[in-house]
Nanobody, 132 residues
Framework: QIQLVESGGGSVQDGGSLTLSCKIH??????????MGWFRQSPGEEREGIAG???????SYADSVKGRFIISQDKAETTLYLQMSSLKLEDTAMYYC????????????????????????WGQGTQVTVSS
């Protein structure tokens, strides 16, 4: 059974930094193709994709986080990361990691409208709260 477990969320001041982790349990994704990403959801809002990475090494970022967030991975540790810097109040949300394995999806898929429906594996979410 494949499980995704996020960690690293918390409270931070405006302009601060946090790094989220997503440990993939039960699957060695480095031997096949994959598309993984980070979504976030604020109360009353749709869950939106903000960063993606695929097995070709391509990455994608939503305009709202480009230049401030970095998606990366450690294949040996089967862990996905999201380094967040220059955090803003509007970054406050529940953050979720997601993955699709043995897939043809490119990293850009994470940013597509309705992309949530493309992914069947999700973590439980980790809360990020940015305050002034």
């Amino acid at each position: 059974q494949i499980q995704l477990v996020e960690s690293g969320g918390g409270s931070v001041q405006d302009g601060g930094s946090l790094t989220l982790s997503c440990k993939i349990h039960g699957y060695n994704y480095s031997v096949g193709t994959y598309c993984m990403g980070w979504f976030r959801q604020s109360p009353g809002e749709e869950r939106e994709g903000i960063a993606g990475v695929d097995s070709d090494g391509s990455t994608s970022y939503a305009d709202s986080v480009k230049g401030r967030f970095i998606i990366s991975q450690d294949k040996a540790e089967t862990t996905l990361y999201l380094q967040m810097s220059s955090l803003k109040l509007e970054d406050t949300a529940m953050y979720y990691c997601t993955a699709d394995f043995d897939t043809v999806y490119p990293a850009q898929v994470v940013l597509a409208a309705g992309s949530r429906a493309f992914f069947g594996l999700w973590g439980q979410g980790t809360q990020v709260t940015v305050s002034s």
